[in-house]
């Protein structure tokens, strides 16, 4: 009971302290500040914008950047900068879910392959090896090819393809944790499997997933992105980065500074979460470094 | 060696059938009806259910799924909706350019990456040590398709020093055509590829056969480059192995950028003229591709490193 | 005829650490004359280690040479460039390492490292492997020319020690260094590896600095030993006198502690009580003191390592006694 109350300060305070070892290293900062700008102007995405990012004015289209339009407009007249900070949204939406859904989904397979019996743990592991032997872009544009595009076929996709990552660190945490003291301690006072799992594993097993989180962002961004630029991704007129590399492409002789303007955020936000990731990783559990 | 590479095969042999039977489950399983996304909004009964027949779908779920293994194992990955020719033929077609292009990119990438990390092992915490290590971070963050779009702007369109689209024609032609491709899918590589060199070669410099080297006067160049490099070199095999569904994923959106011919450019084309079984091809050829890589990869393991050979 | 091969002169070496210099080696001095085989002895972290890095320079970046000489032949070692060292490994000076099961290269084969090893000589590969055959024929490996083409984890410990003596001799030294050689193997092994090193030696006419903890080891294979103890000399002299006549208290007790020295069933096993001093902060005076059973006033001064009688050096004030009165 105690313990309960115990286990939440104490994550509350750790959080404060693991934010703070990350800052204290120089790539951990600018690892913050990058994702902190990016959820920041996601979030205030409606009061930063200087334009609607959807609305189109065609008398002044496919111009150059300028002092009323810092990286110019497309070829129907939308304000890039608008378009860039909006899409950063985007991103995150597709991102966010995707990760968090994943990570539910494999850390529950994950400890359940970990507690449960060894023929599950077997037939879940094959599971988790075959999915991870699909080219994962490959099996986006199978599953696009047959549901057809949108924001949530990418969210699936994302999530089918990162499940067996999570799932396999958290099976490999229970099976450490399973045999530990406390949890014999717990099993001998008769504590239900539910109360074990939720209450004394999960606590453990969440820290390294949300490091191996933090380090997958970049790369569901920069899927969400990709799929976007090759039309299959999220639908126009919705501003994505990378819709804006699509309209920058085909106009790339005109309007390169769309394809600067798509580009940029994307090295800059996959930058920023891998610094973050990196240290956050040293911080959280300097074991992983070598593991992986 | 002859019964490893067999076992390692048979697995491999293994994962692909499985993979195979979950893609399959999986696409059935998703909503949405492949025939009608075909035909689109025009579809007429008649041609709904001609299709259906043609492409078995009509059969029970374990039937289909052993016509496809049966054709799979004669070679026949279905036939083109559109022009009646074999999908296995068309795809073959396809994948020597998409080989080209991430062998090209592997390959430089590996020998630029491996250079750094021996060259930052044997040189630790010096200035150019950490200028590698954060070029190497910062390599690894950047998408191929990204590099491939900046790239393609600045060297093809503004400069004009490379071609922007195309493979070319000839050696030389063909070679300066995949240096922008190559560098988009390759620069992460470098990165990664470094730091993962300079981690395997500090340990193994550790090691007391190093020492062992170094007192009998070897020089620091062949104790790096043969001695250590033999072993710290072992990962980075693997990790290219394992790395090919990455290299795939790139070399799509590289070929789409470049306007290259290729699996990806094949699959893309596909989906946008709903060609169902193209793109079921294709996928299966490169998830076949990267299966076998991986089993190459250990066997390359094995072949560098004879105690992985006797299983000790 | 007792020519002066190696000359250790009051050799004094540092680690560098955060917590201060770890006085490694303290005014250490030695000869090895040519032919000769000399032993070290003492428990581990006494500095053996550090010396024999400090001979070949194969040291750790933060070994810093303090004071004294490394005569070898005449030439002091310390002087000469990191390009004249590499010269010297593997040619005049040659050495067997401790852990025979990690000497070798894992992914290389055995010939070829054995190849390799001979870059000085100007002879044809097809050459080069035959001395390598000749050599593992030479240790007392059975079959030689097949077992070149294989690796080192298809061979025993004991033989790859026996490979690792034969790469050690290859080059003809004059002197070859062998760290606790045998101290991996088993009793019957360690026997074998020691008589073929002393018929070894006789053949080709080496000198041989040999590090063991063993003392009985020593005994068998050694002319001469030298004791020491947390980084210094303590005494020295022919196997003779050190085993019988042992003029320094910490030798008595080593060849008390001896387990083949042990003749009647003993309860308890003798032991040395105390620990070995922290070398990065010294006590006063000798270092011995504080686990020595007859310490008195005067050892809150460093005795001198003194000669007392041909071939016979010790550093204790127990030796003195008539002077103090």
Redesign the interface.
Known sequence: MTDIIADTSKSRSELAIIIAGVARDPLGLIGLIIVGSIVFSAIFASWIVPYDPIAMNIPDRMQGPSGTHLLGTDQLGRDTFSRVIAGGQVALKVALPAIFGAMTIGLTLGMIAGYGPKWLDNFLMLLFDTIRSFPTVMFALAVVALVGTSLQTVVFVVMATSIPTYGRVARTQTLTLRNSEFILAERAMGASMARILGVHMLPNIIGVLAVLAAMDIPTVIALEAGLSFLGLGVKPPTPSWGVLLKDGYALIRQTPWLVVGGGLPIILATLGFTFLGEILRDVVDPKLRKNR | MIQFAFKRFALAAL??V??VT??FL??RA???D?VS?MLGPRATPELKARLIAEMGLDQSLPKQLFIYFSGLLRGDLGVDVFSGRDVTTIVFEQLPHTLKLIFSAILWSALLGIGLGCYAAAHPNTWIDRAAAAIS??F????A??VA??S??VFA??LQWFPAIGVGEGFWDTAWHLVLPSLAIGLSWVGYIARLVRASMLEVLG???I?????????ER?IVGI?AL??AILPVVTVIGVG???L??SA??TE??FARPGLGKL??D???S?N?PI??G??LV??AL??IS?AVADLINAI????AR?G? | MTETLLEIDNLSVDYETARGDLKALRDISFDVNRGEIVGIVGESGCGKSTLISAILRLIAPNTRFRNGAIRFKGDDLLTRTEEQMRALRGGDISIVFQDPMQTHNPVITIGKQMVDIQHRVKISKAEKLATAARMLGVVGIPDPEARLKQYPHEFSGGMRQRIAIAMALMSEPDLLIADEPTTALDATLEVQIIERLKDLQRDFGCAILFISHHLGVIAELCDRVVVMYAGAVVESGTVREIFHNPKHPYTRRLIECDPGHIKTRARVLPTIPGEVPDLANLPEGCIFRERCDQAMARCAQVPPLTRLSEGHNAACWLNHAEEIA
């Not at chain 2, 690894?140 to 998408?143: G, H, K, R, T």
């Not at chain 2, 020492?211 to 020089?219: E, I, P, Y």
């Open positions: 994962i692909l499985v993979a979950v893609m999986m696409i998703v909503p949405g492949p996304i971070v910062s690894i963050a950047a998408p398709f990204v779009l900046l393609l702007l369109v503004y090691e007391n056969h020492r062992t080297a170094r007192a009998f006067g070897l020089s062949r001695y033999r072993i090919m569904g990455f795939l994923s799509v959106f789409i950028v699959v893309i596909s989906i946008t709903r169902y793109v079921m294709a996928v490169s998830t990267f299966v991986t560098l490193d004879p105690r006797s000790t």
